[in-house]
């Protein structure tokens, strides 16, 4: 049987208790496509690495999609209020939300050999600190595990490069 259109604005009324720290989101579909509310505020440094699309939708506020391109370039991609952004596959991405925003991510589901990443960057030269990888079935859960085991571990935390101490919390992040 087909659910009943799902009303965002009451939704939100009456759940964004269910937003928390540190991944923020709350998955209202999961059967043909993964839909989740995503709200904010959220700190993590980590980026995110997905084999499949994402879709995101600013629903309220505005969001700060930080990427690192092919090129291992890292760029910021501001997502406004209305606004919609495409990811490609196997983009590393963080998604920076501020307090009082609300967005929609949308995303495939998971082919059975697909592994998710998680990977934390230096922030003095670049380089690649520490990737944890898990198949993911629940992306609420396993990313709050991670990220929780990287927070907690300053041996996974040190650049092997140039020995700074990555962070866990971004830096200079200004809401567009």
């Known amino acids: 049987m087909l659910s009943s259109p ?40 980590d980026y995110h690495i997905n084999e499949t699309a994402e ?3 600013q629903y309220r506020g505005s969001m700060l999609l930080k990427v690192v391109e092919q090129d291992k370039t890292f760029r910021d991609i501001p997502i406004r209020e209305g606004e919609m952004f495409l990811l ?29 990443r998680l990977r ?27 990220v929780n085991d990287f927070k907690a571990d300053d041996g996974k935390r040190k650049c092997k490069h140039c020995g700074e101490l990555a962070d866990i919390i971004p830096r200079n ?3 567009p």
């Open 88 to 116: 490609p596959p196997n983009t590393p991405h963080n998604p920076v939300r501020f307090a009082d925003t609300v967005g929609i991510v949308l995303e495939q589901p998971r082919p059975a050999e697909s592994q998710d």
């Open 6 to 45: 799902l009303n965002l604005p009451r939704w939100l009324e009456e759940n964004s208790h269910l937003l928390k720290p540190p991944v923020n989101n709350y998955c209202v579909y999961n059967e043909h496509v993964t839909v989740m509310i995503v709200g904010g505020p959220n700190a993590r440094s």
């Open 120 to 146: 934390w960057y230096c922030q003095n030269c670049g380089e690649v600190v520490y990737e944890a990888s898990f198949h993911c079935t629940d992306l609420g859960t396993q990313i709050k595990e991670a």
């Open 55 to 57: 879709w995101f939708y």
């Open 173 to 175: 992040v200004v809401q």
